[in-house]
């Protein structure tokens, strides 16, 4: 593995103040938002502050994400001219309902990588509706780029006419699917947001569920929440071994006077280099 998911952090794309704030977050991936946090008269906006923003990827502590609009919406390729770009390590698609769609999106992002001369990127897609949550497995499996896959619980929630509550029924049993169709396919799954910002207690109970059902990490909307995910999803056997072949791989390589080297056949940098010593931090 080459990436973290304990936290994946929603920043609204419009907010400078947020943005700027976001380069001292500890999440392991933060995510400028382009979608849901964004009114349809700010996207523009959103796109120019976010493309300045990976501009100063070196000033950021974590990965850096970007969650565009939904296929449907049909604001992806103008999200993509802005932000594919160096600096962005993935991207979050919300709303996917099946491979075509996703397949659609990593055809002009290989084009866009290709003329910008840019390594692969990442894809998130978000499991958000009935015919996503049928169609996990298959999404998950779509490309070598996917590397997790999101549950969206109040999307879902509304597409099958159920009302969400803190312990609805309506969403047992895709809760429960889409962790096992993501490591079928063998990614990470990222569990939902916990909505209630005051209800800490209620937090950990739904990350230790989560834990439970094989999600690897959870969403997180407000900087408060970052230390319980990351205390409750704590690294795995998998992890720790990751981030000592990292640690043991990239000092020998920059005391060579070397940069970038490989693990397990994947390419690592300073990011994933600072991403292992923190993992290590915790375990010690």
Not at 4 to 22: H, Q, T
Not at 65 to 77: A, C
Not at 176 to 189: E, F, M, Q, T
Request: positive net charge.
């Amino acid at each position: 593995m080459t990436q973290l998911f304990r936290s994946l952090i929603f920043v609204p794309g419009n907010n400078p103040r947020f943005l700027e704030k976001a380069k001292n977050l500890r999440a392991d991936i933060v995510c400028f938002d382009l979608e849901d946090s964004v009114p349809d008269n700010e996207k523009a906006n959103a796109r120019k502050l976010i493309k300045n923003a990976l501009k100063e990827r070196k000033s950021f502590q974590s990965s850096i994400f970007v969650r565009t609009n939904s296929p449907l919406s049909g604001k992806i390729p103008a999200d993509l001219k802005e932000i594919v770009q160096k600096g962005i390590d993935g991207i979050v698609i919300p709303k996917v309902n099946n491979t075509r769609e996703l397949k659609k999106i990593e055809k002009s992002l290989y084009s866009l990588e290709k003329s910008r001369k840019l390594k692969p990127i990442q894809l998130i897609p978000s499991i958000e509706s009935a015919e996503g949550v049928v169609n996990t497995y298959t999404i998950a499996s779509t490309s070598k780029r996917v590397s997790a896959v999101v549950f969206g619980v109040f999307d879902l929630l509304n597409d099958i006419g159920v009302e969400y509550t803190k312990n609805s029924e309506g969403e047992k049993y895709s809760r429960s699917k889409i962790p096992v169709d993501a490591h079928a396919a063998g990614v990470v799954a990222i569990d939902a947001i916990w909505q209630d910002l005051k209800d800490t207690k209620g937090l950990e109970k739904d990350c230790k569920l989560g834990k439970s059902l094989g999600y690897g990490g959870k969403s997180i909307i407000h900087p408060d929440q970052i230390p319980i995910a990351h205390k409750l999803f704590y690294p795995s056997k998998t992890e720790i071994s990751w981030a000592q072949k990292v640690c043991t791989e990239y000092e020998k390589s920059t005391k060579k006077g070397k940069g970038a080297t490989t693990v397990d056949g994947k390419m690592i940098d300073e990011v994933h280099y600072k991403q292992a010593k923190a993992l290590l931090e915790l375990t010690n």
